[in-house]
């Protein structure tokens, strides 16, 4: 009985002390210590023979603590297969599903922004009627600031090209004065009389083409004289004064006050047939993109003239 309880006792010192050792100790043993000269305690020695012949009940503890061990790594290692089998597949549903979640945005919005892209050109294509006459309006005053430029120039005595005023008001007779204006005494003027409305507005503008032509007949004579002569470059820069004079008023009443008023003089399909049969006379007589082209011109001939760069007319 004694030599039992005994046994119990230092089985439990034991299991106590060899907690205490580092792990990297379990890998050296007590002999291999006492083998190289270690001067072994009682104590030790008693810790010795406890651990190379450990008592029946350490025994048992020491298996019962490996069962105990194995159970639940053996429980651990299922509860990780199964997380690594939940992962496997979300990772196996992600990559199944991840392609058809981009690709259908992708298609939405590349299909949107067709649809975007249609709109806008369906859009440009769709240009009313004021809206083109107003644009056409663009091209005069660019004109404008050509005949402007070019009388800087004939006041200074630059040397420049009058080739360049022929040009300019080249363009404004086959474009303004020829298709513009004849668009709007054709098919604008015409609906606000048979309307009764804006009746004084419309007869002024009308003397003002007639008078716009012949300056621009005059203009076209003088031009190629007008550097030269000092006469015809005198009547060259009244005319060029007087036409800035007239039409800068001209198109910002027809702007303002008359185009606005043109979808109240006319039914829907007659708005929309005058959008038609102005594009038409715009194909017949300029070809494809004629209001481009014409812009084109103009912007080459403000190269010329020095004064492409928008910049210079902002006040310093």
């Known amino acids: 009985m004694f030599d039992r309880l005994r046994s119990r006792s230092i089985g439990r010192i034991c299991s106590r002390a060899w907690d205490r050792v580092p792990v990297r100790a379990y890998r050296v043993s007590i002999k291999d210590i006492a083998g190289v000269g270690y001067r072994i305690s009682p104590l030790e020695r008693g810790l010795r023979s406890s651990?190379?012949?450990?008592?029946?009940?350490?025994?048992?503890?020491?298996?019962?603590?490996?069962?105990g061990?194995?159970?639940h790594g053996s429980a651990d290692m299922v509860v990780m297969q199964s997380k690594r089998r939940l992962l496997v597949l979300g990772g196996a549903l992600a990559a199944v599903a991840a392609p058809a979640l981009i690709t259908l945005p992708a298609l939405a919005e590349r299909k949107g922004g067709g649809g975007k892209r249609k709109g806008a050109e369906k859009k440009d294509e769709d240009v009313s009627p004021p809206e083109d006459l107003m644009r056409e309006h663009g091209v005069l005053d660019r004109v404008l600031l050509l005949y402007e430029?070019?009388?800087?120039?004939?006041?200074?005595?630059?040397?420049?090209?009058?080739?360049?005023?022929?040009?300019s008001a080249g363009i404004i007779r086959d474009f303004i004065n020829n298709y513009h204006e004849k668009s709007e005494e054709e098919h604008v003027f015409p609906r606000f009389r048979k309307a009764g409305r804006m009746t004084d507005l419309v007869d002024v503008l009308l003397r003002q083409h007639e008078a716009g032509r012949k300056v621009t007949d005059n203009i076209l004579r003088l031009a190629p004289t007008g550097r030269g002569n000092t006469d015809d470059r005198k009547q060259?820069?009244?005319?060029?004064?007087?036409?800035?004079?007239m039409y800068r008023p001209h198109a910002a009443r027809e702007d303002t006050d008359l185009f606005p008023k043109l979808k109240d003089v006319v039914s829907s399909n007659e708005?929309?047939?005058?959008?038609?049969?102005?594009?038409?006379?715009?194909?017949q007589?300029?070809?494809?993109?004629?209001?481009?082209?014409?812009?084109?011109?103009?912007?080459?001939?403000?190269?010329?003239?020095?004064?492409?760069?928008?910049?210079?007319f902002t006040p310093r």
Do not use: C, W
């Open 271 to 283: 708005y929309d047939a005058m959008a038609e049969d102005f594009e038409k006379k715009e194909h």
């Open 69 to 71: 061990s194995q159970i």
């Open 51 to 67: 651990v190379e012949a450990p008592s029946p009940g350490a025994e048992r503890a020491r298996r019962r603590d490996k069962l």
């Open 236 to 245: 060259l820069v009244g005319a060029m004064q007087s036409f800035i004079t």
């Open 149 to 167: 430029a070019g009388i800087r120039k004939f006041a200074s005595n630059d040397d420049f090209d009058p080739e360049m005023i022929t040009q």
């Open 285 to 312: 007589l300029f070809g494809e993109d004629g209001f481009e082209k014409m812009a084109a011109r103009v912007a080459q001939l403000e190269q010329q003239m020095g004064i492409h760069d928008l910049n210079q």
